[in-house]
């Protein structure tokens, strides 16, 4: 018996890091995984690597940001798989790295569309979806930087704080509709993932390898975290499992945010 048995989800950004994990797990444990990416290369490969393994994933392109794009992504997974019960808004970008009074306004707009525009989109597809299916769970890929401001982050703090807080008052409006539908935020530490290792390969301010040592001294565990680390966070709020678990954020960082 899987722990998603019966169920169908979809994972943006599946194409690599966390989100790539996150759809192998969701799919080995017995969830049907509609992949969703705009790289649609790498995001075939996920799916043909979670066939071999005798699960069920198809890949669809699909970029977060495009209202268009998440109706068809919606009509396509019901056509397809029958319903949806779990939705993981993991696609996102990195910040631009700039501070606010040399930000251009083009690059605020872009992070906060693709990092939180994205997740308002999916949340109203999903709970459209979920609710004819008698109920599901959203998880919305926050960060630590959703809880803590960070400097030439202003961007992705202000994008990631939003998805903090628009999961709350999705959980809220679901549980007052009786839907049954849970809603939850997850936060992760850095994790060792594409994302991370271009933003150390950018930064001009110290080598990669210092940087990466800077980062692994912010998390008192000592390491960065894995992408499986945190799909197994994101399983757990899929499953019934986390059955009373709603408006809630989970943090998953390695101690960063304790001190
Ligand atoms: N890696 C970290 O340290 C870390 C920490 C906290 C939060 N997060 C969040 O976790 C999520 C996944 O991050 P990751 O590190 O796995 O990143 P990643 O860059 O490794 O993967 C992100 C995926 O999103 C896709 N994507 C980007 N823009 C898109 C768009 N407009 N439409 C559809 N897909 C798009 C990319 O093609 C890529 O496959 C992001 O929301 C990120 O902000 C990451």
Redesign the pocket.
């Known amino acids: 018996m899987g722990r998603l048995d019966g169920k169908v989800a979809l994972v943006?950004?599946a194409?690599?890091?966390?989100?790539a994990a996150t759809a192998e797990l969701l799919a080995r444990e017995g969830a049907k995984v509609m992949c969703?990416?705009?790289?649609e290369t790498?995001g075939q490969k996920v799916v043909d690597a979670i066939q071999d393994a005798g699960h069920t994933a198809s890949f669809m392109t699909?970029?977060?940001?495009s209202e268009e794009a998440w109706e068809k992504v919606a009509g396509e997974t019901q056509r397809s798989f029958g319903g949806l019960h779990v939705l993981v808004n993991?696609?996102?970008?990195a910040p631009e790295g700039i501070p606010i009074e040399d930000l251009p306004f083009e690059s605020w707009k872009r992070t906060l569309a693709?990092?939180l525009d994205s997740v308002f989109l999916g949340c109203k597809y999903a709970i459209r979806l979920m609710k004819e299916c008698g109920g599901g769970s959203i998880i919305n890929?926050s960060?630590?930087m959703g809880l803590v401001g960070t400097p030439r982050s202003s961007d992705y703090n202000a994008a990631k704080g939003g998805v903090r807080l628009l999961t709350k008052v999705a959980a809220l409006e679901c549980a007052e509709a009786g839907y049954n539908i849970r809603v939850n935020s997850v936060h992760?530490?850095?994790?060792d993932?594409?994302?991370?290792r271009g933003v150390v390969e950018r930064s001009e301010e110290a080598s990669a390898n210092e940087l990466m040592g800077m980062l692994t001294m912010l998390h008192p565990i000592g390491r960065l975290g894995t992408?499986k680390e945190i799909g197994q966070a994101i399983l757990f709020l899929a499953s019934d499992e986390s059955s009373f678990v709603t408006g809630a954020e989970l943090v998953v960082d390695g101690g960063y945010t304790a001190r």
């Open positions: 943006t950004g194409a690599k890091g966390i989100g969703t990416d705009v790289d790498e699909h970029d977060v940001t993991n696609a996102g970008i693709v990092d890929i960060s630590i992760p530490g850095y994790i993932t594409p994302l991370v992408a």
